[in-house]
Every structure is written in structure tokens, then in C-alpha cells.
């Protein structure tokens, strides 16, 4: 015996040593249900079926889970012809214990007869009609039902029940005698045939009383020359000779042969056809009901092969929703990143580039809380307004510092960290223009020609009013070509970019310079260096 709450096995303990549940109740409940068990085991070897089916039922009241209590009630019912509440039983059985039940045998043995088992099937319906028969005051034809019923079906007890019930009805006790002792053969102990056996009993028992007490009070006379009895036969008055051996003439007999010919001759004629055409009638109809019921059975089929279909493609896209959900690109991965996102805001508020970048894991591909992805809708409102207020602290301040980082790289000559770094930039902020400016010089410097003329038509494309325009388009013109035939050569040493009106003003300074040292010297005496080095200052 296992404990109801955990499953462990019981000990003699009034309490479960596993969980501590009290299984004192619990015990007396299974005891009583083990005994009602063996009391309906005991009425079903006797054949009392009747009786052993409301001990197995009140065995299942106290314990539903007694899988041998349902099989033996299965056999029971079968035993008593209804094979449907039988097959009922041994499936919940085989549900409630799927591996090591011998339901499985009975149900295999069942449906490896299927001859039986429409026959069966047959022998309900026409009991269901009998019943119809009856609600509508149709004993007769109720009365033939039943007789196809106990034929096909022979220990369908209910039949039994109503059949004599019928003849009871129609005042037929000796037909219903005997049909009720068929079926008392088949459950013993059966109260209601039981009873209605008493009545039929009870009812041939007054008759037969009448008929001995009639021919007590008309007994017979003997007539004074005791060649005769006399006796009265309601107004009719019967002489009936004594010691006289009745003398049969010829004519008699052949008065009787002419009878069997005419007889035999109705038969051949008459009789048999009807019967064959009656059988044929019968075998058509019998062919049709069958044929009804296999294309329903057929339709039932397809209709549940569509379910099938349906079910197992609602299996199919729930699967897919549950790996979209956990996959390494899922909604869950979502979460987890955001948690480490804001965890990392939480303990470093300063450290915003590291926060930038765990967002930039939540945006991922295909999602983007800031641009309103279509994907939004499968994302919390919670989700949503954290990623929105860190989004908000961290993004400004990140890509600030990413640009000023890259900035630096790219003049300390590390184009590689300067590429990364810059690129970090634009993606947080893709309106700045510097950043996009200085990511494709970082390329330039590093070699990738291709990438950089890339990023110099998106600079003139997107920012057509940006300071960095004419120089994009200055490399796009010329710079590129130069970059494709030095490909593979060693980068050129870096140089610090600087700002177009920073070099304007440098250069305005270096020429004002010049000519300040060429006044100087022209006033000291000393040969001037000609206007080619100011020109040459101004030019550059």
C-alpha cells in the first residue's frame, strides 16, 4: 500500500514516514474496498453476476484507483453481455495502470473477434428497438426483437429480464418461465428474474389448481351398461365408449394421406417461398445495416484523421513557439540580458558602454524597442519602459564616449580598435555624422578601401549638409583609385585628422606666419624666399 499524498510505500506506522501524512482513514478506506473485492470475486465464481456487480461497484466507490476491482466488474459485464460498459471498464483500468494490466488481454481478445463483437453490437440495437417496441405498446414486436436478442446474444441478462417481463404482460407464463430460468442459468442470484420467475410460477401454479378443481366438479359418469363414460363439456354433453377399439376404415386413411399431400403441397408452394423471400429480406437488410454502419465507421474515421491532423499540426506550431521562446535568439534570452543590462547600470552607473552594449544584445536583429518592431507586441509592458529608461541613461553617454574613444584610436593610429569603436558609436547614434566620418577614414587607414567608399556614399546620402561632405567626396573622386592600386601595401603612418575649419585656420595662420617672416628678413636686408613657400603654405 502506497501513501495517497507521496507514493512512498506504507509502513505499520499510522502515519506516513515519507511525508508525514496521517493514512489511518486511508487505510480503513482501501481494507474496505480490498473486501468488497474479494465478496464480488466470490459472487462471480458462483455466478451470482448480479450480485458481484454492486459489490465491485461499491469496492470502486471507496477506491477508484482498485485497477483489479474495475477488470473483474469488466469480465462480469461481458459475462452478462454488455460488452460496451465492459470495455469501458477495462480502458479506464488500462489508463489508470498503462504497463503489466491484463486488461490489455481482454481488450485484444475482444477486438481479434470482430464477428463477435458485431454481433454484439447488433444484438444492442435490437434490444434498444425492443425497448422503443415497448414505450410504444408494441409488445408483439418487441417480443420477436428479443427472441433475435438471446439468440445472437445469449447471455445479454437484461433481454432475459424484459422478454419474460413480456410474456408475464401477455399472460404467457409458461414461455416466460422457461426464458426466465435461461437466464437465472446464466446469473444465479439475479432478484428480478428471481421474482419474475415467482410470479410466473405463482400464476401456473393457480391454473393448474382451477383445472384439477373443473374436473373434480364435471367428473365423469359411467353409463349404467358400462359400454360408455358421460360426462358435460360446458352446454355440450359427452358420450365417450369404453372397452370399444375404434375401427379405422380405409377411406380414413387415405383421407389422411390426401391431407399430408395437400399439406406438403402448401408447403412447397406456399409456405417456402415466403420463408426464402422473408430470409433474402432479411439477409438484404441485414447487408444494408452493415454497409450504413461501415460508411459511418469510415466517415468517423476521416473525420478523426483530420483531428489527428489538426492536433498535430497545433503541436507542430506550439513547438515552434516554445523554441522561438527559449532558443539562443528567443524572448527568454531577451530577458536575461536586460536583467544583466540593468544589473550592470545598478552596480557601474559609469560604466555606460558596457550597458550600451549588453542593450545592443537585446535589440539584437529583429528587435528594436525604440523603432517599434512588429516583434514588440510579444514583450511586456514592464520590459518595454526598463529597456526605454536605460536606453534613455546610457545610449547619449555611451556613444559619446565610443566617438571619443574612436577619435583617439584613430590619432594614436590603431585604426582596428578605432573601426570598432566608432562603429559601436554610429549604431548607437546614427545621426551623428562625425562618427560616420571618422569610421570610414578608420577603414581607409586599415586598408579596406571597399568598406570605406561604402561609408563615404552613406555619409553623402544621409548628411548631405554635413562639413565632411566635400571631403567624402574628395576620397570618393580620387582617394579610392589610389587606395585600390596600393592594396596590400603598408599603411601610411597615421595623421591626425583634424577638423575642416581647423585646417583652414591653420593653414590661414601658417601663410600670415610666412609672410611675417618674409617682411622681417626684408627689412633686415636679408634675400627673400620667394611667394612659393606662402603659396605653398596656402595651398595646403
Not at 476491482?69 to 460488452?83: D, H, P, S, T
Not at 480502458?91 to 481488450?107: G, Y
Not at 437465472?184 to 415467482?198: G, S, V
Not at 498535430?312 to 532558443?327: F, G, P, R
Request: net charge negative.
Amino acid at each position: 500500500m502506497r501513501c495517497y499524498r507521496c507514493g512512498a510505500v506504507l509502513t505499520e506506522n499510522e502515519f506516513c514516514t515519507n511525508c508525514g501524512a496521517d493514512v489511518r482513514i486511508y487505510r480503513r478506506i482501501i481494507r474496505l474496498s480490498n473486501m468488497y473485492y474479494n465478496d464480488g470475486l466470490q459472487k462471480a465464481q458462483v455466478r451470482d453476476l448480479s450480485g458481484a456487480v454492486e459489490s465491485l461497484l461499491q469496492s470502486l466507490k471507496c477506491n477508484r484507483n482498485n485497477v483489479d476491482a474495475r477488470n473483474l466488474l469488466g469480465l462480469v459485464y461481458f459475462e452478462m453481455g454488455e460488452a460496451v460498459a465492459a470495455l469501458s471498464e477495462w480502458i479506464v483500468s488500462k489508463n489508470l495502470k498503462p504497463e503489466k494490466n491484463i486488461a490489455d488481454d481482454f481488450i485484444e481478445e475482444v477486438e481479434s473477434n470482430p464477428t463477435r463483437l458485431s454481433a454484439i453490437n447488433q444484438s444492442l440495437k435490437k434490444y434498444n428497438q425492443a425497448l422503443s417496441y415497448c414505450e410504444q405498446k408494441s409488445y408483439d414486436l418487441a417480443i420477436i426483437q428479443l427472441k433475435k436478442v438471446v439468440q445472437s446474444n445469449p447471455n445479454l441478462i437484461v433481454a432475459y429480464q424484459l422478454l419474460g417481463l413480456l410474456y408475464l404482460e401477455s399472460k404467457d407464463y409458461e414461455k416466460a418461465a422457461r426464458i426466465l430460468e435461461r437466464g437465472i442459468r446464466i446469473d444465479k442470484n439475479n432478484t428480478t428474474m428471481l421474482n419474475y420467475l415467482k410470479e410466473a410460477e405463482d400464476q401456473l401454479g393457480e391454473r393448474d389448481g382451477l383445472q384439477v378443481s373443473s374436473l373434480q366438479k364435471k367428473a365423469p359418469t359411467t353409463h349404467a351398461a358400462s359400454d360408455s363414460i358421460v360426462y358435460q363439456s360446458g352446454n355440450e354433453t359427452i358420450i365417450q365408449p369404453i372397452n370399444m377399439p375404434e375401427k379405422v376404415s380405409m377411406s380414413a386413411v387415405v383421407n389422411i394421406l390426401i391431407g399430408l399431400g395437400i399439406g406438403l403441397a402448401v408447403m412447397w408452394f406456399l409456405v417456402l417461398p415466403a420463408r426464402i423471400r422473408s430470409a433474402q429480406t432479411n439477409a438484404n437488410d441485414e447487408l444494408m445495416e452493415v454497409s450504413n454502419e461501415l460508411t459511418a465507421r469510415s466517415a468517423d474515421i476521416d473525420a478523426l484523421n483530420k483531428q489527428i491532423a489538426s492536433l498535430q499540426q497545433e503541436n507542430e506550431a506550439a513547438s515552434q513557439a516554445i523554441e522561438s521562446l527559449t532558443s539562443g535568439s528567443g524572448i527568454v534570452e531577451k530577458y536575461d540580458y536586460l536583467a544583466e543590462a540593468a544589473l550592470n547600470f545598478i552596480r557601474s552607473p559609469n560604466d555606460v558602454t558596457t550597458t550600451a552594449e549588453m542593450l545592443a544584445r537585446v535589440m539584437g536583429d529583429s528587435f528594436s524597442v525604440s523603432q517599434g518592431s512588429s516583434a514588440e507586441e510579444n514583450y511586456s509592458a514592464a520590459f518595454r519602459s526598463l529597456y526605454d529608461y536605460l536606453n534613455t541613461q546610457v545610449t547619449d553617454e555611451a556613444a559619446k564616449r565610443l566617438l571619443d574613444s574612436g577619435i583617439a584610436a584613430y590619432n594614436n593610429g590603431d585604426f582596428n580598435q578605432a573601426a570598432a569603436d566608432l562603429e559601436n558609436a554610429y549604431q548607437l547614434d546614427e545621426t551623428n555624422d562625425q562618427a560616420l566620418f571618422y569610421l570610414a577614414s578608420s577603414y581607409r587607414s586599415a586598408g579596406d578601401s571597399d568598406r570605406a567608399t561604402e561609408l563615404f556614399s552613406l555619409l553623402i546620402n544621409t548628411f548631405p549638409d554635413s562639413e565632411y561632405v566635400q571631403q567624402a567626396r574628395t576620397y570618393l573622386q580620387n582617394g579610392a583609385e589610389s587606395d585600390r592600386t596600393d592594396a596590400g601595401a603598408q599603411a601610411a603612418p597615421p595623421q591626425e585628422v583634424q577638423d575642416p575649419q581647423a585646417a583652414a585656420l591653420a593653414a590661414f595662420a601658417a601663410a600670415q606666419a610666412q609672410a611675417a617672416e618674409e617682411a622681417q628678413r626684408a627689412m633686415q636686408g636679408l634675400p627673400a624666399d620667394s611667394d612659393v613657400s606662402a603659396g605653398a603654405a596656402i595651398d595646403q
